[in-house]
């Protein structure tokens, strides 16, 4: 599942409450979620939110803002998107 957002957003924030609702502003795509991970590219790179029972709560393409609700196990920033190679510290350092 895929959706485009407003190319214009410049702000971006992260919001987590309580380990169960996360809000992200300067969204700029999703590119696949499903109820254990959120793939969203933002104006600061691609985020990964992994977690369980996952559910895309609100979704403002003109803002760029989204509210997925469930628990939050953890949220990274990625280099490229999925299925790219990372450039991680130890791939870096085994080349």
């Known amino acids: 599942m895929e959706s485009n957002f407003d190319s214009n957003v410049i702000s971006h924030s992260v919001k987590i409450l309580e380990r169960n609702n996360i809000f992200i502003s300067g969204t ?37 803002n989204i509210c997925i609700k469930g628990k939050i196990n953890s949220v990274t920033y990625l280099e490229g998107i999925e299925g790219e190679k990372e450039n991680s510290f130890f791939s870096k350092l085994f080349k």
């Not at 499903?34 to 803002?63: A, H, P, R, Y």
């Open 28 to 64: 700029k795509k999703v590119h696949n979620f499903n109820e254990n991970e959120f793939l969203i590219n933002t104006v600061m790179g691609n985020i990964n939110i992994k977690g369980s029972n996952l559910e895309l709560i609100k979704l403002d393409t003109n803002d760029g």
